[in-house]
């Protein structure tokens, strides 16, 4: 059972937005840095999003995160059929003093 | 460019002992910042934190597997080793490790290495 909880799916048309949330504490993301992975099927995880909202150089403008209180968001734009994957938030536990990721949700472009 | 990559058996009987290599180039785990962290997945599953060591030789565990787990920098400068006692056939899965750098992502793992997958049978 995970410390941060996501939907378990979401889906949408090409072209089109999605958005994933995340929500926690405020012993994780209440006052710790949230980032996001990418996870497409049969692979390693992929780094999308750190600190909040700043992504790692390659990827693309089309994701963005925020964080607001205890929650944060992944956003998708101009969905594509390469960007169906599991898709993860992860944070640090203060209280636990351990890295906790979410129980991830997969986005399908239909 | 930083690279990673998971080795060790592929099967492993309950109550054993799994070891775990991480061979990693392109940076140092002497360099101020930099940690090695080791993660898991079992199959269907969502992804689980396990340890960390830091440049430093600060150790992080989960706090569930603590008293299983033990992380070590390797006797090669390039090499991160993960212990796990007592294993179950809970714990099979993917196992990965990946870098980290507070000096550029902070709390993240920015480079993941391929994972190697650990079946527990008897």
């Known amino acids: 059972q995970s410390v941060l909880t996501q939907p378990p799916s979401v889906a949408a048309a090409p072209g089109q937005k999605v958005t994933i949330s995340c929500s926690g504490t405020s012993s994780t993301i209440g006052n710790n840095y949230v980032s996001w992975y990418q996870q497409l099927p049969g692979a390693a995880p992929k780094l999308l999003i750190y600190?909040?909202?700043e992504r790692p150089s390659g990827i693309p403008d089309r994701f963005s995160g925020s964080k607001s209180g205890t929650s944060a968001t992944l956003g998708i734009t101009g969905l594509q059929t390469g960007d169906e994957a599991d898709y993860y938030c992860?944070?640090?536990?203060?209280?636990?003093?351990?890295?906790?990721f979410g129980s991830g949700t997969q986005v399908t472009v239909l | 460019q930083i690279t990673l990559k998971e080795s060790g058996p592929t099967l492993v009987k309950p109550t054993q002992t799994l070891t775990l290599t991480c061979t990693f180039s392109g940076f140092s785990l002497s360099t101020s910042g930099v940690g090695v962290g080791w993660i898991r997945q079992p199959p269907g599953k969502a992804l689980e934190w396990l340890a960390l060591?830091?440049?430093?030789?600060?150790?992080r565990y989960s706090p569930s597997l603590k008293s299983r787990l033990t992380i070590s920098k390797g006797t090669s400068k390039n090499h991160v080793v993960l212990t796990m006692t007592n294993m179950d056939p809970v714990d099979t899965g993917t196992y990965f490790c990946a870098h980290r750098d507070l000096a550029a992502a902070d709390d993240a793992f920015d480079i993941w290495g391929q994972g190697t997958m650990i079946t527990v049978s008897s």
């Open positions: 600190d909040n909202n």
């Open positions: 060591v830091y440049w430093n030789d600060d150790k």
């Open positions: 992860a944070t640090w536990d203060s209280s636990l003093t351990a890295y906790v």
